[in-house]
């Protein structure tokens, strides 16, 4: 618990919307007392044990790990995904961010392809449909080869590590101007790409995953970069060009 | 399900389109750029230069057909791209924000719809004008090296006594100016040539590139209009 002098009070404007098929809209709340320490998703368990007390229904929201590593969590903070701080999850997000006093809006990652199941929370299935049709190896790699038997060199592993510390959060399509899903696919199929176990699939995997990619909807990508700064992982652009080589290359092959 | 193929209209496919077809005419922009610096020389340099072009003969035709197909192309493609956005994602959120650096959003990059549908406006008004005579001087001829050829300079000096033509002219250059700010870097992205260490250089030569391509041709108009004069 906080001290007395160090909490905050919030005016909170947040999206609320019973289930998919009805409409949603902005409700005002107030909540005080809020410890410049605990989390947003703190404060939001804050403001929906009040809201339970009064004997209203509580906001939904998901989340899981609460420590940045599952991707459950995110919504749009001030227009921002995960809020103003990049590269955090929102669970990561404190509220010694936000001057005492101020508004903050809250609604969903917003995107025709992620839709609202209620209030604050989006079905990302589509994620996992773009993964079903190639994020994964399927031929069969052995068990588990001697150590260093296959020589990976230390650049290609590192950068193959930062593709992959994605999270499946969906912030960089709900960041993206165009809704685009083009900085996750990309880092599958860049973190892929980049090792030997990926090459007997490489081909088909990128042209399957885009073709699944637009099939759920997402937009096309305008190289804004904004998905770059909302990313909690800081995951590079580099995989939106990476994505394109891939593509390029498998018009060739296949 | 039958195996996937590459599409030229998928999302990736249409990028690799905007941006090829973007590296093209940046390239045609930077040569029409040079040649008409022909046009600060005066009307022997310009009506010799055009009528160089000219001497192409089919080779020009061939030319301009490709450039009007990369225009084309380019806007097609760049309109889908648009469309599409609008598409995934029906219902806004309230607030809207960048988060800031690395973001390139900028303002330049969300008007490029705007931005380019000017310049396709402006680049068949400016053919029909010039190339086909819309307002007449298709009819100007001119004496070089005893050869009678199309006096266009003539026409361009007219046209750009008007100070609404000179003011026109100079605001869509601007407009160029904030499509290339955007457009270079993103060209190169959109063919996926750039890592995180080429991305900064190409970003920083995007706007070095869009500030020398549009004052190029900011200038151009109002040099003609103080300085020009048409020979007797
Ligand atoms: C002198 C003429 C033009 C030049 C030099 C030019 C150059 C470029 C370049 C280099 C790009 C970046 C390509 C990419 O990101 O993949 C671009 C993008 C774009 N251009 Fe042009 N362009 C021109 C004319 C036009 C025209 C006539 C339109 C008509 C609509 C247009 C609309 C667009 C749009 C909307 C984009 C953004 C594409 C996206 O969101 O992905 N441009 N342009
Ligand atoms: S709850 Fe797991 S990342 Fe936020």
């Known amino acids: ?254 | 399900m039958s195996a996937p193929r590459f599409q030229l209209w998928s999302s990736v496919g249409k990028k690799l389109l905007t941006g090829v077809t973007g590296l093209a005419l940046m390239g045609f922009i930077v040569t029409h750029l040079l040649g008409n610096l022909n046009l600060f020389v005066g009307s022997e340099a310009f009506n010799g230069y055009t009528e160089a072009l000219h001497q192409m003969g089919a080779l020009l035709i061939v030319a301009e057909v490709g450039l009007a197909a990369l225009f084309l192309l380019h806007a097609i493609s760049a309109i889908q791209v648009w469309r599409d956005k609008k598409k995934a994602r029906s219902i806004q959120n309230s607030v809207v924000a960048t988060k800031g650096p690395p973001s390139k959003q900028t303002a330049f990059s969300r008007t490029m719809i705007i931005t380019g549908s000017i310049l396709l406006a402006f680049v068949i008004l400016h053919v029909a004008q010039f190339r086909f005579g819309l307002f007449g001087g298709l009819e100007y001829k001119t004496m070089i090296d005893g050869k009678e050829v199309r006096d266009l300079y003539r026409l361009v000096v007219e046209t750009f006594a008007n100070p609404a033509w000179v003011a026109g002219y100079m605001a869509v250059t601007l407009l160029l100016g904030a499509h290339l700010r955007h457009g270079f870097w993103s060209a190169f992205q959109s063919v996926g040539l750039l890592d995180p260490q080429l991305r900064p250089l190409a970003y920083s030569a995007g706007g070095v590139f869009a500030v020398i391509v549009a004052l190029g041709f900011f200038v151009m108009p109002m040099y003609l209009f103080l300085f020009a004069t048409v020979n007797p």
């Open chain 1, 1 to 254: 618990m906080t001290d007395a002098e160090n909490t905050r009070s919030y005016k909170l404007r947040i999206w609320r919307q019973p289930d998919a098929t009805s409409s949603g809209r902005l409700v005002d709340y107030e909540i005080s007392e809020v410890g410049a320490d605990a989390s947003f998703l703190e404060m939001l368990d804050q403001l929906n044990e009040n809201l339970v007390k009064k004997g209203e229904q509580p906001v939904a929201f998901e989340s899981d790990c609460r420590e940045g590593i599952c991707g459950a969590c995110g919504v749009c903070i001030d227009g921002r995904p995960h809020g103003p701080v990049t590269h955090l999850t929102t669970c990561a997000l404190r509220m010694r961010e936000f001057k005492d006093g101020e508004t903050i809006v809250v609604e969903p990652f917003r995107a025709n392809a992620f839709p609202v199941v209620k209030d604050l929370i989006v079905d990302r299935g589509a994620f996992d449909r773009v993964i079903e049709r190639g994020g994964y190896i399927s031929v069969n790699a052995g068990s588990a080869p001697e150590a260093n038997m296959l020589a990976i060199g230390k650049d290609t592993a590192e950068s193959a590590m930062d593709s992959a510390a994605c999270i499946g959060c969906g912030a960089c399509v709900a960041s993206c101007p165009n809704a685009s899903a083009s900085l996750f696919v990309g880092a599958k199929i860049r973190q892929m790409a980049l090792l030997p176990q990926g090459q007997v699939e490489r081909t088909g995997r990128a042209l399957a995953m885009v073709q699944q990619m637009d099939a759920e909807g997402f937009g096309d990508c305008s190289n804004h970069g904004e998905c770059e700064a909302a990313c909690p992982k800081a995951i590079s652009i580099e995989n939106i060009a990476t994505l394109r080589r891939e593509y390029l290359r498998a018009a060739f092959r296949s």
